[in-house]
């Protein structure tokens, strides 16, 4: 079955980075858009940043600036690059691969905590 594993979520201070890894199995990984979503809590998962099979990007307001998604067709990897962050982009992470078919698919999370 199709496995969508994060990874690299932890505690940052403000103003630092991390790096979230995002690694597929069993999916034809280069059709698919992938893309991160997160939740706060008590708020709704939001949109962050998604990937096209292209490669064309997109982010929330957000996070525009700050973040970088980038995809490794390869190794069937999606990776999500957060600098500057803020107390606010507490959150959990998740990675989602979707196709217009109607095929949409979801990790597990990732906890990200920027708190001094």
């Known amino acids: 079955q199709v496995q969508l594993v994060e990874s690299g979520g932890g505690l940052v201070q403000p103003g630092g980075s991390l790096r979230l890894s995002c690694a597929a199995s069993?999916?034809?990984?280069?059709?698919?858009?992938m893309k991160w979503y997160r939740q706060a809590p008590g708020k709704q998962r939001e949109l962050v940043a998604s990937?096209?099979?292209?490669?064309?990007?997109l982010y929330s307001e957000t996070v525009q600036g700050r973040f970088t998604i980038s995809r490794d067709n390869a190794k069937n990897m999606v990776y999500l690059q957060m600098n500057s962050l803020k107390p606010e982009d507490t959150a959990v992470y998740y990675c989602n691969a979707w196709l217009n078919s109607g095929n949409n698919y979801w990790g597990q999370g990732t906890q990200v905590t920027v708190s001094s």
């Open positions: 990937i096209g099979s292209g490669g064309s990007t």
């Open positions: 069993k999916i034809i990984f280069s059709i698919y858009a």
